[in-house]
T-cell receptor, first 115, second 113 residues
Framework: GAGVSQSPRYKVTKRGQDVALRCDPISGHVSLYWYRQALGQGPEFLTYFNYEAQQDKSGLPNDRFSAERPEGSISTLTIQRTEQRDSAMYRC?????????????FGPGTRLTVT | AQSVSQHNHHVILSEAASLELGCNYSYGGTVNLFWYVQYPGQHLQLLLKYFSGDPLVKGIKGFEAEFIKSKFSFNLRKPSVQWSDTAEYFCAVNEGKTDKLIFGTGTRLQVFP
């Protein structure tokens, strides 16, 4: 079946612009996660949802970052007034059940470059 | 805060050599431990995981990892690597009562024929 998809795959934007990154999880998966990965680093947790409820947003770096999952399926990560330090790979993952330790399936990521 | 350390940033091996990648975590409670792999041009995918029970866990493609609680370690091993094992390997741990994963910085493995 279809895996996790993310769009766009690549995004180049100018400093100060807003961007919206989309994640379409595996159908039926309850939990959805957003991670950010800088070059040479491991993925860093940003936020996650069970169904439409945002369970933990402790990893969002500041209030320019927000995420939503209004119908419990597709999620959007929005970065307002982008800065160069926001350049990174943004990864989305989903898991079947809202239970600790369930396998997370990752999408291909969105490479964001802020110029 | 919980953290994961991967000691080897870049490992270069010849085919048939044995592999061991180190992973240590800092958390005193019950943990779930994972190894993820990213092959060139592909997504992150699960290699193996430890929840409980037998501390020696076997994963896909001949990989295994051993959980040693006293050492806070979860090292990844493979007796004989292949060129197709060239990839980046990430160790990860669940934190506390949430499902979020804390990842190490990754180890880049290059296997030459």
């Amino acid at each position: 079946g279809a895996g996790v998809s993310q769009s766009p795959r690549y995004k180049v934007t100018k400093r100060g612009q807003d961007v919206a990154l989309r994640c379409d999880p595996i159908s039926g998966h309850v939990s959805l996660y957003w991670y950010r990965q800088a070059l040479g680093q491991g993925p860093e947790f940003l936020t996650y949802f069970n169904y439409e409820a945002q369970q933990d947003k402790s990893g969002l770096p500041n209030d320019r970052f927000s995420a939503e999952r209004p119908e419990g399926s597709i999620s959007t990560l929005t970065i307002q007034r982008t800065e160069q330090r926001d350049s990174a790979m943004y990864r989305c993952a989903s898991s079947l059940e809202a239970s600790r330790g369930d396998e997370q399936y990752f999408g291909p990521g969105t490479r964001l470059t802020v110029t | 805060a919980q953290s994961v350390s991967q000691h080897n940033h870049h490992v270069i091996l010849s085919e048939a050599a044995s592999l061991e990648l180190g992973c240590n975590y800092s958390y005193g409670g019950t943990v779930n431990l994972f190894w993820y792999v990213q092959y060139p041009g592909q997504h992150l995918q699960l290699l193996l995981k430890y929840f409980s029970g037998d501390p020696l866990v076997k994963g896909i493609k001949g990989f295994e990892a051993e959980f040693i609680k006293s050492k806070f370690s979860f090292n990844l091993r493979k007796p004989s690597v292949q060129w197709s094992d060239t990839a980046e390997y990430f160790c990860a741990v669940n934190e506390g009562k949430t499902d979020k994963l804390i990842f190490g910085t990754g180890t880049r493995l290059q296997v030459f024929p």
